[in-house]
């Protein structure tokens, strides 16, 4: 591929320091996310998937740390910014949406509150109705037609489903570049886990870069582009969705293969 990416993650290490030993969780991790391509971090439970991808943002409490590598976001090294600096980048730059869509969300403030949010850090002179209205209108797209009623719901009114949309409506209304779907899928219906699947196609489609963590082939083999697999927080096997069900280098990859077929 001859373009960049836009997301590099360079030997990246985040390593926990119990007293009696040190998990290393993440362990010289490198792989790139492509604008208009899904990127699949697929691996068992334990692999180290969700802590790689909240170290791009961050967000590892004592006692881990994220103890070497480069994250690197349309040419800006993350790793050298300072946490106000970080803030405006999760969320605005690199969307997210995690496991437990509810817990997201903050659970005391409304929906319209969090959108509102998200659209003054962008957009800070925008009046109340040109806000509402492009709320109605990302809410839409991601298949939220009763919008008014939404807006005014706390999260834990609204179904893990639908907390997971608006946590993609956060994205686009940030215009986000990236967006890392970490199981974004796991604790939802089946008729839900499809919807919000197809939605992240089609935000692909619309140019944005996907980095999907997810520990099922099955939803891997049906959308991704790119696939890293993940073992033991390393990553043992890479290339194109093609290339590694064809050609699995690793017998962690093979043994993944054999599970689903
Ligand atoms: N706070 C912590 N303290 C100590 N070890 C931790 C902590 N958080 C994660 N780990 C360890 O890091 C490793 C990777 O965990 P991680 O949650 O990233 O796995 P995962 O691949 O996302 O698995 P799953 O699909 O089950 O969420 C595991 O061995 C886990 O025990």
Known sequence: MTEQPILSIINLKTHFYLEEQV??????????????????VVGGSGSG????SLSVFNLIDKPGKISGGEIWLNGVNLRNLSEKQLLKIRG????????????????????????????????????????????????????????????ESYPFELSGGMCQRVMVAMGLLARAKVLIADEPTSSLDLTTQA?????????????????????????????ADDVYVMNDGKIVDSGTVYEVFDRPKHEYTKSLLKSIF
Do not use: C, W
Request: glycine share 6%; aromatic share 4%.
């Open 23 to 40: 998990v290393k969780a993440v362990d010289g991790v490198s792989l790139d996310v492509y604008t208009g391509r899904i990127t699949a």
């Open 49 to 52: 998937k969700s802590v790689m």
């Open 92 to 151: 605005q730059e690199i969307a997210m949406i995690f496991q437990e869509p509810t817990s997201s969300l903050n659970p005391v403030e409304k929906i319209k509150t969090h959108l509102f949010e998200v659209i003054r850090t962008h957009n800070k002179g925008i009046s109340k109705q040109e806000a509402l209205s492009r709320f109605r209108e990302v809410l839409a797209r991601v298949g939220l037609r009763n919008a008014d009623q939404i807006l």
């Open 195 to 223: 919807a919000i699947l197809e939605e992240l196609v089609r935000l692909k489609n619309e140019g944005m870069a996907i980095l999907l963590i997810t520990h099922d082939l099955g939803v891997v083999a049906q959308m």
